[in-house]
């Protein structure tokens, strides 16, 4: 590898954060059916933490 190839790969090391396996995620958890109803609730994981925003509201059907 040329001295130039070498002096990009470490700027890019320096520049961009390393990759992890903890990616961010957003998924609907299921509250209850009601008839044919569905409702459920938006929650996320971050950074390895799971937690969930706001009450239930409809979201599809059972």
Not at 2 to 18: A, F, I, R, S, T
Request: with cysteine; glycine share 14%; charged share 15%.
């Amino acid at each position: 590898m040329n001295v130039l190839g070498k002096l990009g790969d470490h700027l890019l090391e320096k520049l961009v954060p390393k990759a992890t396996a903890k990616a961010d995620a957003s998924f609907w958890q299921t509250c209850a059916c009601y008839g044919t109803t569905r409702y459920a609730q938006l929650c996320y994981i971050v950074g390895g933490t799971t937690g969930c925003s706001g009450g239930c509201v409809k979201h599809g059907s059972c």
